[in-house]
Each structure stands twice: as C-alpha cells, then as structure tokens.
C-alpha cells in the first residue's frame, strides 16, 4: 500500500505559491474543498488562476477567496450569485473565462487521461468557437478543446482511505472525481478518513493513483444555496 | 394564451414513455409536474443525477443533493449519481431524448441565443450550450414576446449565439412551432389566439398550411 494520509490541511497544501493555476471541484456549494479553500484564504496566495464551475458566493466557497483578491483569473461556467465577483469583473480586477460547463468537465477529464485536446459540438457557431480550430466529422461540426494544466487540484469526497481512494456521495461527486490527477498534484481532503482495507474495492469511485495526497477535513459546514422543500401532507 | 404552467402543460404532452429527459431552468422546471404518472419518464439533471424526484419535505434536505439549480431535490427508486464528465458524455452522446430549455430568441433556421445580452452582467452559458450543440431533440419553452413587446422568434438572432441550427421544436404562451427549411411552421394555437395574433407576435417567416387547430391541454 502506498500511503497518501497527511496530517493537516497545512502539510496538504505544502508548495502552494502565488501565481500557480489550481482545480477546484464542486457544484455551486455542493462538494467543495471547504478545508483546502479556507487555508488558501489563511496562506493569502495571490494572483492565482482557479478552474471551477462555480464562483462561490459572497461569503462562503470561492467568494472568500476573491474578497481577499486573491484571484487573478477565474474559468469557469457559470458564475452568477456572487457581487463581489460581479463587481470585480466590471472593474477589470479579475479575468473571466466562461466555458460551456460539459467542455469544462471534458478539459480536466483529457487531463487527467492523458489526451491534449478533444473535438466538442459544443460552442461551435458561437463566441467560444472564436480563434480555434472547427472540423467536421460525419457531417456536423466541432470545437478543438485543449486539456487544461494545473498545479494543484483540490477536490472533496465522502470517504477516502489512506491509499487516497475516494468515494463520493450524492451530487457532491459532480467535478471532483474529473480534476483528481488532472493536476501535477491533486489534494483530496474527505469527511472521513479510514484505514486501507475498510473501503470495499468494488466501491471506489476514484483509485488513489489519481491522488498525491488525501487529510480528513477538520469540519464541514455544507452550505445550501437554494433551499427547496415541500410541505407534508397532512395525515387525517 | 397560456400562462407559464400552461407552456410547461402543452410541453409535457411531447414527453415520451421511456424517455431520459434534461430541464432547464425557468419554465421547463415545471414540465416535470404535468407529466402522465402512467409513463416512465426519467429526468436528468446536469450536475451529475438521473431520476430526480420531487423538493424535499421539509427538515430532510440534504446540502449532497441538488439540481443545476443548485436547489435541494430528492431522488426516486432507480435513481444514480455521477461525475460532470459523464454527465455530458451522457447529453453529448444522445443519450438523452429531450431537452427542454428556455430561450431569449430563437431564428427561424433554429439558432438560438440565451445567455448573454450585450453590456449587460454575463453569468455564464453553464450548461446551456452543450445541450444545444448535442441534443436530438430541443423544444424551447418561452413567451412569444419580450417584455417589451418584441417578438423573441426572429429571422436572426441579434443577440450571441448559444448554439446553431439546433431547435426543432417551439412552445410559447401563443403557439406550438415546428422549425423547419421554409421556417417557422406553425403546428397550433394556443385557446383563444388566432392565426392572426401569433403572425403579428412573430417576426421571423411564419408557414401557415392549412387551418391550425387549437391546442389540446
């Protein structure tokens, strides 16, 4: 067994400098690196480059790291609930790159596989076309996407053991799973952390050859962006 | 005319046994209300879970739960879970049936646009464009007209493209239209609009063959 277990988020994020581009999975708030993300804000690294989906929001997620302007570029899919981010972005304080959100996963995926590029349908026709390369293949046509290179990429899981293999839960699996080993090295932090031989094999979602090193986050706050119920019936 | 659930009413009648179904957000949230309960249906959310169910009751959400509305959801018996890259692998591969999504404006050769005005705040195209580029089958839920009054089926779309070539079907508050090479054929009329009214509500060609029938809800 080849043991990935680190002590803390400290030793975790050893070799993090400013300038460096890193991955971050989640959904929204659904499933992200809560632990690597609040000692990101605690080291003040800057002018970093931040491949995720999502934007955080004001106060929570990524939010927190662009409060401190710690972020030079964001690429990302979708980046609405944030102000800080919208004001920034009109300010000319921080570069956006808007990436069609399947295109995104797929450049992290090709990463993590190996591949530089892929040819999408995705974006073909439109602005994200512009300057690269279109061809056609059975009669319709399609996107040149670069892999993307990163120096770190944080992701978050369910369980994980001290071989880092990782199991996800519910749509916290989303990005993370796509950015591990897609990065020179890949951090992944899980809200509990077992013994090598606990995690059933069949069960793995991600073998911990993806994964340079894994810490049990000390909490997990789990924020919930839009908080949807409905009413019980009423039982007569 | 229609109202909004009356759009997602209508919409729900193009929804198939044994379909694998993606909604967007807006009004194609609501079709999954009025689907028939005596077909199996099931609905795929791109962040990563195919067999959605209803919102949770209340004190049973779970923050490891939700759509790409970033809403809380709950899942139904047959139900998985899965990463971004498949997910779209999933939708590149048309592997889903039907896609249902909301539009700014839609042109007559079937490009659309719907993520981005011009000086306005862009948030992003999220999923929108993989969708478009890949479904086989993309019916657009939208009003007719802007509210300004303009009409949103255009000859071209003025505003950035999502994707081109790509809608094949329309259902707005007025109509039910088919995007075809001679344009926009129109399939039928919502209650109490005439041909008349959904030729004025329309900027881009309108194809009228024959008498339009009304629609059935």
Request: aromatic letters at 6%; glycine letters at 10%; proline letters at 4%.
């Amino acid at each position: 067994m080849i043991r990935k277990t680190v002590p803390n988020v400290q030793e975790a994020l050893r070799g993090i400098a400013d300038g460096m581009t890193l991955m971050l999975g989640g959904f929204g708030l659904c499933g992200i690196p809560e632990n690597a993300i609040a000692e990101l804000v605690r080291l003040g690294v800057k002018d970093l480059t931040c491949i995720s989906n999502n934007a955080g929001v004001d106060d929570f997620g990524l939010g927190l790291l662009l409060k401190k302007r710690q972020i030079k570029k964001m690429i990302s899919s979708y980046v609405g609930e944030n102000e800080e981010f919208e004001r920034q972005m009109l300010q000319g304080e921080l570069d956006v790159e808007l990436t069609p959100q399947g295109t995104l996963a797929e450049k992290c995926r090709a990463a993590q596989a190996g591949f530089p590029a892929f040819y999408t349908p995705a974006g073909f026709g439109t602005e994200v076309a512009e300057g690269k390369e279109t061809r056609e293949f059975n009669g319709k046509m399609y996107v040149l996407e670069a892999a993307f290179k990163a120096d770190f990429s944080f992701v978050k899981a369910w369980k994980g053991d001290a071989a880092g293999n990782l199991i996800f839960k519910g749509t916290a699996r989303n990005f993370n799973p796509c950015m591990c080993g897609a990065a020179n090295i890949t951090v992944a932090e899980v809200e509990e952390l077992v013994p090598a031989g606990e995690l059933d094999p069949n069960a793995i979602h991600i073998p911990g050859i993806f994964v340079q090193r894994i810490f049990q986050g000390e909490k997990y706050e789990k924020r919930i962006e839009q908080r949807t119920v409905r009413k019980r019936e009423q039982t007569p | 005319m229609l109202d909004k659930n009356g759009i997602a009413k209508r919409i729900a009648r193009e929804v198939k046994d044994g379909y694998y179904v993606n909604l967007g957000i807006g009004i194609p949230t609501l079709v999954a209300n009025f689907v028939r309960d005596d077909i199996s249906v099931e609905f795929q959310s791109e962040n990563g879970v195919l067999g959605m169910g209803p919102f949770p009751y209340e004190g049973e959400e779970d923050a490891d739960l939700i759509n790409a509305g970033k809403q809380t959801i709950t899942t139904l018996p047959g139900a998985s879970f899965f990463d971004s890259a498949l997910s779209f692998g999933m939708i590149r591969g048309q592997h889903v049936h039907l896609t249902i999504l909301g539009a700014m404006e839609v042109a007559e050769n079937g490009d659309i646009a719907n993520w981005k005005i011009p000086g306005k705040l862009v948030k992003g195209m999220g999923g929108a464009m993989d969708l478009v580029a890949s479904a086989e089958n993309i019916i657009v839920a939208m009003m007719h007209t802007n509210k300004a009054g303009e009409s949103k089926l255009l000859k071209r779309c003025t505003l950035p493209l999502t994707g081109v070539r790509c809608v094949k079907k329309i259902v707005t508050n007025l109509a039910v239209l088919e995007v075809t090479p001679e344009g926009f054929q129109l399939l039928e009329r919502a209650p109490g609009v005439s041909v008349e009214d959904i030729k004025k509500a329309t900027e881009g060609k309108l194809v009228v063959n024959g008498t339009i029938p009304e629609m059935a809800l």
